[in-house]
């Protein structure tokens, strides 16, 4: 990729890909690189993209195409995995574009090279990958956090990136931040104030990390994590085509890339990785989020290994 460098001030790492920014991205670790795999940039975007395939209220997408728009914000346009511009129109709101750019966009992007992107955290814990999945709201952050306190390590937030090495699957690295609701915080016994939220008007906080690993981990264990209004904790280990379907549901922006011919290639990954791992669906009772009780039973699980 040709750039002049000098055109861009900001040096990053996110997902073994080195980034190349015309703006500050707040969330991202500086990294010293010569070369850019990614560039971010601004620029003017065009109101749709050349050949739609698939549409939804505020984005287009196509095969190398991916354009998001956000009322009051900014306008983003991802390109060929490589390239995202970034066309602002409200110049107070570097956070929220961050929040967007570490979000759905890199999320299109890294489908755009044909990646796996689960909607997930991912942690190290005793050499062991672990991958917490779920809708939003199922609590994954919140996980992911209770067991950084027991000696855990991150590798990944909300998007956990999964890569092949000699046949191997892993977790790739993505940024040293999570970000986590206030409730969360409160159940992790943590201050809401002390954090800085990752948009205006939004209870939800970056919350920095100090252990976080820098190289892939190998996976071994995916749990899928629901809520229902029962009181009890259901638990149930997955096999064959349910494993490939939960991987499926579970890939971050996976609306975004239908009919894009996107799809052909990731169901493929699904279907590499399936067999590589163990998945287990737990459902949480979601009246209150008995977070320590969540850890017990994936403690649980794991030393069944």
């Not at 092949?164 to 940024?175: C, D, G, L, T, Y």
């Not at 970000?179 to 809401?192: A, Y």
């Not at 209150?288 to 969540?294: A, N, Y």
């Amino acid at each position: 990729m040709n750039v002049k460098i000098t055109d861009y001030p900001y040096r990053y790492k996110a997902f073994n890909l080195n980034v190349f920014s015309q703006l500050p991205v707040a969330g991202l670790a500086e990294h010293e690189c010569e070369k850019p795999d990614i560039i971010i940039r601004e620029g003017v975007i065009p109101e749709a993209i050349t050949n739609p395939l698939n549409k939804g209220v505020l984005f287009q997408a196509g095969a190398e195409e991916f354009l998001l728009k956000v009322d009051g914000l900014a306008k983003f346009y991802v390109q060929k995995g490589e390239t995202i511009t970034v066309e602002i129109t409200n110049k107070d709101s570097g956070d929220d574009i961050s929040a967007f750019i570490l979000g759905t966009v890199f999320g299109a992007l890294l489908h755009q090279r044909r990646l796996l992107p689960l909607h997930g955290s991912a942690v190290l814990y005793q050499e062991k990958g672990i991958v917490f999945s779920g809708n939003s709201g199922a609590g994954k952050s919140t996980i992911a956090a209770a067991f950084l306190e027991k000696g855990a390590q991150l590798l990944a937030d909300d998007i956990s990136l999964i890569g092949f090495n000699n046949n191997e699957a892993q977790v790739i690295p993505a940024f040293p931040g999570m970000k986590i609701w206030e409730d969360s915080l409160k159940v992790l016994g943590k201050k809401p104030d002390k954090y800085n939220p990752i948009r205006k008007n939004l209870k939800k906080y970056l919350y920095p990390v100090e252990t976080f690993h820098t190289k892939e981990a190998a996976i071994s264990h995916i749990f899928i994590i629901g809520t229902h209004n029962l009181e009890t904790f259901e638990i149930a280990g997955l096999q064959g085509i349910e494993k490939f379907n939960a991987l499926k549901n579970n890939t971050y922006f996976f609306r975004g890339m239908n009919k894009t011919g996107i799809l052909e290639k990731h169901f493929q990954l699904c279907n590499m990785l399936a067999p590589k791992v163990k998945i287990t669906r737990i459902v949480r009772p979601n009246g209150g989020f008995m977070v320590e009780k969540l850890a017990e039973i994936i403690l649980e699980k794991l030393a069944e290994n």
